[in-house]
């Protein structure tokens, strides 16, 4: 079997579960590691067992044997990667955001189509199996008319002015471009309804941080000594807030957190209609809530042959084993390499253009903000 060859870039959090997830595979190989540096480059690939390492991306593009680039680096980097890659003739799998703006968004959009390259912005909550299942039993017409839809994506990982990420000086916005965009691709993903207006707030408790005199990796750094730390002022938002009205006549409304203590990565999803209820927690992806009017709630726990629609696909185990995070990645990366070794099959992940339409509501809800009014999406 001759298999697919694929290069990274980016050596931190999303380099290491992206490296796995191709690797589970078996028709994709990782051949090449692109990092900041060729020292941080090299001490990834020694680490993960990846043959070739550099700290000049573009190397990597000159190679025609590579098939497909994983874009993994910080978000001012993925417009001109994602651009260098598609002109290089790589099919092109992108972390989110896309870009730092629509314009460079819908350029990279025009650009794949040109080329036909396969095209991926990587919202991989979609992939969960009972998120699957919500969006079947909405599509089923179980709730009815979709009536409010509301949730949150908290977390508590920079609780204290003394925790950093690279992500902090990114801008211009922080948490919501970070994780509010997973629950509002997820909230549209799974009702097939569009966020047509919103009024969003957004705030920024730590004014200041104390930045690492060092690099720090996602979700790490939490022990550094007073000496190892540099005061920076911040702009960058660390809690967000929107209501929203829906295409069909919903109503909506949603928070997205980095300062909430005790929630690691608590993305809630609840949706109500006329007729019924749902609910589903990604800190508890294998449970999905069903909520009734006249009769006792539901918690359905994962059983691929239960599921609804095509949804038993996106499960690899059978009922009572878990499938968690890493899982949606294998099952987003999987669906992108079929698309890759048959550009005619079915595309069944997030291209492109979803991710501009998260970049349209990240300008919508910094212009709400600044306005404190409703913006139109």
């Known amino acids: 079997m001759t298999k697919i060859k694929a290069a990274l870039f980016g050596t931190g959090f999303m380099g ?31 680490e993960t067992g990846i043959p070739r390492s ?7 593009l000159e190679d025609k044997s590579i098939d497909a680039v994983h874009i993994l680096t910080p978000n001012h980097l993925h417009f001109p990667m994602a651009k260098a890659a598609l002109e290089a003739g790589k ?25 036909g390259l396969a095209n991926c912005t990587f919202h991989n ?17 179980d709730l009815g008319e979709i009536w409010a839809v509301q949730g949150t994506y908290s977390q508590d990982w920079l609780l204290y002015d003394t925790d950093w990420n690279w992500r902090i000086e990114e801008g211009p916005s922080r ?35 104390k930045k690492p005199m060092g690099s720090v990796e996602t979700f790490s750094g939490k022990t550094l000594s007073p000496d190892q730390y540099t005061e920076v002022a911040i ?11 829906m295409g069909n006549g919903g109503r909506g409304s949603m928070t997205a957190s980095q300062i909430s203590a005790g929630r690691k990565n608590r993305l809630a999803l609840e949706i109500f209609g006329s007729k019924g209820g749902l609910m589903w927690n990604g800190e508890q992806p294998d449970e999905l809530w069903i909520g009734k009017r006249n009769e006792p709630n539901q918690l359905v726990v ?61 300008d919508a809800v910094l212009k709400s903000s600044t306005s404190h009014g409703w913006v139109e999406v």
């Open 175 to 209: 948490t919501f471009a970070d994780i509010g965009t997973h629950w509002c691709d997820l909230a549209e993903f799974v009702t097939g309804q569009r966020i047509s207006a919103l009024c969003a707030d957004l705030n920024t408790f730590h004014k200041t941080r």
């Open 302 to 362: 994962k059983d691929p042959s239960l599921l609804r629609g095509g949804a038993g696909k996106f499960a690899d185990l059978p009922g009572g084993h878990s499938e968690g995070y890493d899982d949606t990645f294998k099952q987003t990366v999987r669906r992108f390499y079929q698309t890759v070794a048959d550009r005619g099959a079915k595309i069944e992940y997030p291209v492109f253009t979803d991710g501009v339409r998260q970049l349209k509501i990240i």
């Open 235 to 245: 702009e960058t938002e660390d809690f967000a807030s929107m209501i929203f009205r």
């Open 91 to 115: 099919h092109v799998i992108c972390e989110k955001p896309l870009a730092t703006s629509v314009v460079e968004g819908e350029a990279l959009v025009a650009l794949a189509a040109k080329t």
């Open 54 to 60: 550099t700290g000049n991306w573009e190397q990597l």
């Open 16 to 46: 290491r579960v992206h490296t796995e997830a191709v690797r589970r595979l078996g028709n994709v190989e990782v051949v090449a590691i692109a990092g900041s540096s060729d020292a941080r480059a090299k001490a990834f690939a020694d």
């Open 125 to 141: 909550i979609r992939a969960y199996p009972q998120v699957q299942n919500m969006k079947a039993i909405v599509e089923a017409g």
